[in-house]
T-cell receptor
Framework: AQTVTQSQPEMSVQEAETVTLSCTYD???????LFWYKQPPSRQMILVIR??????QNATENRFSVNFQKAAKSFSLKISDSQLGDAAMYFC?????????FGAGTILRVKS | NAGVTQTPKFRVLKTGQSMTLLCAQD?????MYWYRQDPGMGLRLIHY???????AKGEVPDGYNVSRLKKQNFLLGLESAAPSQTSVYFC?????????????????FGPGTRLTVL
């Protein structure tokens, strides 16, 4: 079964600085999707960024970018110019086209 | 376009009571899902549906039943609630991708239901 591991339960970053959240996964598939979701205190799950495994180019969405290392099965999220509104729980997730498997999450705290 | 909505937002039950959570989506998505979120464990899949009239078990299906009589609705039922079912429940939906790797793609989530079983 596929598994997703987020080894950092909590991270802190100073406002305007850059932070990287780690994620590793285990799969025997060659084609799949990877996602980062953000969950603020409102509880709403918000899609941050999405990566298709067959694409070598790393996905970017404004201040958010990923470092996708397929051979290492690593999918980290970089947040540049951190803002107070980035404070949330971040979940890494894997999909083989049928179901999502989530990591346990990383709490990101942003200091002003 | 409301996206994915869930009813109710909060509920308190006594052990042994039953209830149904309703999920509705207006995006014409084929796939729908029910998850539970517990502290330190991320989201775990309870049941899912790949189309109207179909359901399948996820990772933690015991104690729950589901039905998908209409494409836009996915119901989650608890027949006899237990304190272990105290959790936040999320519904999600996704479209079926028919190009590249076929299957489900990005999931869109509802706002969640906080359920407490005393």
């Amino acid at each position: 079964a596929q598994t997703v591991t987020q080894s950092q339960p909590e991270m802190s970053v100073q406002e305007a600085e850059t932070v990287t959240l780690s994620c590793t996964y285990d799969t025997s598939e060659s084609d799949y999707y990877l996602f980062w979701y953000k969950q603020p205190p409102s509880r709403q799950m918000i899609l941050v960024i999405r990566q298709e495994a067959y694409k070598q180019q790393n996905a970017t969405e404004n201040r958010f970018s990923v470092n996708f290392q397929k051979a290492a099965k690593s999918f980290s999220l970089k947040i540049s110019d951190s803002q107070l509104g980035d404070a949330a729980m971040y979940f890494c997730a894997y999909s083989d086209g049928n179901k999502l498997v989530f990591g346990a999450g990383t709490i990101l705290r942003v200091k002003s | 376009n409301a996206g994915v909505t869930q009813t109710p937002k909060f509920r308190v039950l006594k052990t042994g009571q039953s209830m149904t959570l309703l999920c509705a989506q207006d995006m014409n998505h084929e796939y729908m899902y029910w998850y539970r979120q517990d502290p330190g464990m991320g989201l775990r899949l309870i049941h899912y549906s790949v189309g109207e009239g179909t359901t399948a078990k996820g990772e933690v299906p015991d104690g729950y039943n589901v039905s998908r009589l209409k494409k836009q609705n996915f119901l989650l039922g608890l027949e006899s609630a237990a304190p272990s079912q105290t959790s936040v429940y999320f519904c999600a939906s996704s479209y079926y991708r028919t190009w590249g790797r076929s299957g489900t793609d990005t999931q869109y989530f509802g706002p969640g239901t906080r359920l407490t079983v005393l």
